[in-house]
């Protein structure tokens, strides 16, 4: 009956736990934007309280929407946000906690692809739903990111993969945790260290992308379609859409440093800290992981989209499935190539 | 694309350029709040401002000159009496006013005048205490 | 699959792309567009027929609400009509005034469409950027005029306010400022690498279709047409300024492409230009009286034996403005028509939107810095909600009738 208990807690637990996180680092988000832009900007509390205002709105569900698919695509995205991060961050904390737990032993890197698609997907579908020739834009722009999104990240996968099909011979390969063993950096000559480069900056240009974040929120464009996809969501259904942004956000950055800098603090010291006979490493390590998370969060989404313009879709379509393909592609085969180089 | 970067890095640094609302947030008793002083200062009005027009009942002859250059009739004149002769007064309606400054300039008598003042809000559009002159006219205009 | 559907998008009345309320109709296939029809009238407020219930003075300030950005440019170019029928002069002193405060609104107004460009194509750093460093020329206006906006500096035959010796400082300072940031900020406009992809080859308008459409001001500017009132036409202290000439792209050595990032360096580089004029100004302000008649009911007594038309025509930030007057012995124009730079430039949004992305919609429909308010003449309502297409006889009917009564009214 264990299992039953596990497998509500524990999407409830990081549900929670992910969703004030993940708007606290929307609030941090806004904050550094603001002050960016010479602004004081708004409190950190700030996305708690647009929720809280959204959640007493009446929520409109337009004439001519599809009802269902409208108000369920909401909660299919939260849903799927919050697995996603269950998958993402059980196994990865069981990992550098050493403890053995429900979830611990999954984590597949496709798995996690194909649920990162879900919330997109979720969107669309409530986009074209909606019945608005706005959101109907919205949705085919979406959809367009979320194709050429694809390829890249799919190759970086099979990247990580293929390498640890080498370096570990006789482990999953494509599980995180596998992943996070042993990181991209370790034994590397300097081709590997370029490829991981490589990717490391095609991953950062996916991570606005996935997140719909400027320049790549086309999907949303304001001054364009007038918020698209979301433009006829309002109240409660509002509200779900941007927990599960803040959600989804957390999960994505979580993956990326996850995937390109996992080591926990035993990993990079080789200590662990006990006072008193209570060992606290873990704590350390969470409050190490949020760090990186957030460092991630200001690098590679706050600086980057208060210095650039929105592009046009042809033009994001163009940047992913040319210029950020070939830069993964060619991160793979400095990889692949790697240890032949080092043996020559 | 490195020019702008380089200027947010630099405002991410210095002083910001908004300046917060006077009052902190929704205080839970704004009485409190003005006593203990805990507003934020506003920003200074420059010399020369176009504020609250201020009416000299007592030198106003009633030519009614104001009135008739007013652009958006913002001025309306009473009857009164002065002495034994009959005479004109007026009240400005401040929420009509545009603060061009023209009755300022016009009147003969230097009876209307501007002070740097901003702050003009009111619940009611014609209350008394948006209409230059409500009290003086309530006490002298001559009614029929 | 050769089939292409198109389907209809409404942009409008309001949208947030749009300041100001006006309706396009697309028809789109995919992202292209593949036909446009403009809709205008939705802030229609009859300023003209309002103008002839109030008497001279009066009309300046409700001029002056035309448009809250151009709020010198309209009574500018109505006092100078006003002044052209009645034959009063301006003294030197307050046409450089009238110049030096033409031009410190055509800073700001500048900077706000650099600021508005930016928030269209997502730029909202530089939106922010852009208006920070506006307020320095609002903050000096304000000094100078006693309001941010609204001035309300003009008067027939003169000006309100005198540009006094404490003054001087503060406009030298503001200038300095703006030379001081004029080099980041053009860098930043113009060699941004995201706002290129944006900007370069978006709304094509060709110097032909610019002749065609008799595009005005920056827009027309843009696309090679040299043409600007300050140069064609003698008015204020433009005259004095022999090295004044229409700024095109050409100026920093670029062959006018007339798209939208050429329309962008127009404006930057009139920035610069406005900075010029005001020095100029400021060195050779001549003494004397800043008015020809003092007081206002001394200008609507003189005013109300005069009869006659007169023309007014000013550089808007936007381009052209004219106004048309007729006085005719009473304290009350009888007649005035306002020209505004929106109504020319209207028609350029049809050929630059033609083929254009749905991305490139609002930096086009912003980038000839639509001024709706201003440009709003006429509306057509009904009650039953039938629409009416007014074709060009009856319009020309409709204008010629106009006339007529007013040519009978003038000279009975």
């Known amino acids: 009956m264990q299992w039953l208990i596990y497998i509500f807690l524990i999407p409830m637990v990081v549900l929670i736990g992910g969703g004030i996180i993940g708007l606290y680092a929307k609030g941090v988000d806004r904050k550094f934007a603001a002050y960016y832009q010479s602004r004081i900007g708004p409190p950190l509390r700030q996305p708690f309280y647009d929720i809280g205002k959204l959640m007493q709105k009446q929520t409109i569900i337009p004439e001519n929407a599809v009802g269902w698919i409208f108000s369920g695509a909401p909660f299919v995205a939260l849903a799927s946000s919050v697995i996603l991060l269950v998958y993402i961050l059980v196994p990865y904390f069981a990992w550098i906690g050493d403890f053995n737990f429900f979830f611990s032993k999954s984590g597949d890197i496709i798995l996690i692809l194909y649920l990162l698609m879900i919330p997109s997907i979720a969107l669309v579908a409530g986009g074209f739903a909606s019945g608005s020739p706005y959101a109907t834009l919205g949705a085919q722009r979406e959809m367009v990111i979320l194709m050429s999104t694809e390829l890249p990240l799919a190759v970086t996968a099979v990247t990580f993969a293929w390498r640890l099909s080498h370096v570990a011979p006789g482990a999953s390969h494509f599980s995180l945790v596998t992943m996070s063993f042993h990181p991209l950096w370790s034994g590397m000559g300097p081709f590997g260290i370029l490829g991981g480069m490589l990717l490391a900056l095609s991953i950062a240009v996916v991570i606005p992308a996935e997140l719909a974040k400027i320049p790549f929120d086309q999907a949303e464009a304001e001054t364009e379609i007038a918020e698209g996809l979301l433009a006829e969501y309002s109240g409660k259904y509002l509200a779900f859409y941007q927990i599960a942004d803040g959600v989804k956000s957390l999960a994505v950055i979580s993956l990326a440093v996850i995937l390109f800098f996992p080591n926990g603090f035993v990993q990079m010291t080789g200590y662990r800290i006990a006072p008193a006979g209570y060992d606290i490493t873990l704590l350390l390590d969470v409050v190490i992981f949020m760090v990186k998370v957030f460092l991630v969060y200001f690098v590679s989404v706050t600086t980057v989209r208060i210095a650039m313009a929105r592009l046009k879709i042809s033009q994001v379509a163009k940047l992913f499935l040319v210029t950020i393909t070939v830069m993964c592609l060619a991160g793979y085969v400095l990889i692949t190539l790697d240890p032949v180089i080092r043996t020559l | ?144 | 699959m050769d089939k292409t559907i198109t389907y209809p998008l409404q942009i409008g009345p309001t949208h947030p792309a749009f300041k100001e309320p006006v309706r396009f109709s697309f028809k789109v296939e995919g992202e292209r567009v593949a036909g446009v029809d403009i809709d205008l009238g939705y802030t229609h407020r009859a300023i003209e027929v309002i103008s002839k219930e109030r008497n001279f003075i009066q009309t300046i300030y409700l001029l002056e609400r035309i448009c809250g950005i151009c709020s010198v440019s309209h009574p500018m170019a109505y006092c100078m009509a006003v002044e052209d029928a009645s034959g009063i002069e301006v003294p030197p002193r307050a046409r450089y005034i009238r110049t030096i405060i033409g031009e410190l609104e055509r800073m700001h107004s500048h900077l706000l469409w650099a600021g508005v460009a930016a928030h269209e194509i997502g730029f909202d750093t530089l939106f922010l950027y852009t208006w920070n460093i506006r307020e320095k020329v609002l903050d000096c206006l304000e000094q100078f005029t006693g309001n941010r906006v609204n001035y309300a500096m003009l008067t027939i035959g003169g000006v309100r306010r005198d540009l006094t010796d404490d003054l001087i400082p503060v406009i030298e300072q503001t200038l300095e400022y703006y030379l001081e940031v004029y080099q980041r900020t053009s860098e930043i406009l113009l060699d941004d690498q995201s706002i290129r992809y944006r900007c370069e080859g978006t709304g094509i308008l060709t110097y032909d279709q610019a002749v065609a459409l008799c595009a005005v001001g920056p827009t027309a500017r843009a696309s090679g047409l040299a043409k600007d009132v300050r140069v064609d036409y003698p008015m204020l202290a433009y005259p004095d300024m022999d090295w004044l000439k229409p700024i095109t792209p050409l100026d920093i050595g670029k062959e006018p492409a007339g798209d939208v990032y050429d329309r962008m360096v127009v404006r930057v580089l009139e920035l610069k230009q406005s900075v010029d004029i005001i020095r100029f100004c400021l060195d050779n302000l001549p003494e004397g009286p800043i008015a020809s008649i003092n007081g206002s009911i001394k200008i609507i007594n003189k005013l109300k034996k005069v009869q006659g038309e007169g023309i007014g025509r000013y550089e808007a930030p936007r381009g052209e403005v004219a106004h048309y007057d007729i006085l005719d012995m009473s304290e009350c124009p009888v007649q005035m028509k306002v020209k505004a730079p929106t109504y020319s430039n209207a028609f350029a949004w049809v050929p630059m939107l033609q083929g254009s992305e749905i991305a490139d919609i609002p930096i086009v429909i912003a980038s000839i810095d639509p001024c709706i308010a201003c440009a709003d003449r006429m509306t057509i309502l009904r009650d039953d909600g039938a629409t009416e297409t007014l074709n060009a006889e009856y319009l020309h009917s409709l204008s010629v009738n106009k006339m007529k009564e007013v040519k009978s009214r003038c000279s009975g």
């Open chain 2, 1 to 144: 694309m490195f020019g702008i970067l380089y200027k947010v890095i630099e405002q991410l640094f210095s002083k910001k350029a908004t300046n917060p609302f006077p009052g902190r947030y929704i205080p839970d008793s704004t009485i409190e709040t003005l006593a203990n002083g805990r507003l934020n200062p506003p920003v200074p009005l420059p010399e020369g401002l176009r504020g609250r027009l201020m009416y000299d009942y007592d030198t106003c002859i009633g030519c009614g000159m104001c009135e008739k250059v007013c652009p958006a009739n913002a001025i309306e004149l009473y009857p009164v009496t002065v002495g034994e002769k009959k005479s004109k007064r007026i009240v400005i309606y401040l929420s009509r006013c545009t603060y061009c400054g023209e009755c300022v300039d016009i009147c003969p008598k230097n009876s209307i005048t501007m002070e740097r003042f901003v702050f003009m809000a009111g619940y009611n559009k014609y209350g008394n205490d948006l209409i230059i002159g409500s009290a003086q006219r309530q006490e002298n205009e001559i009614r029929e």
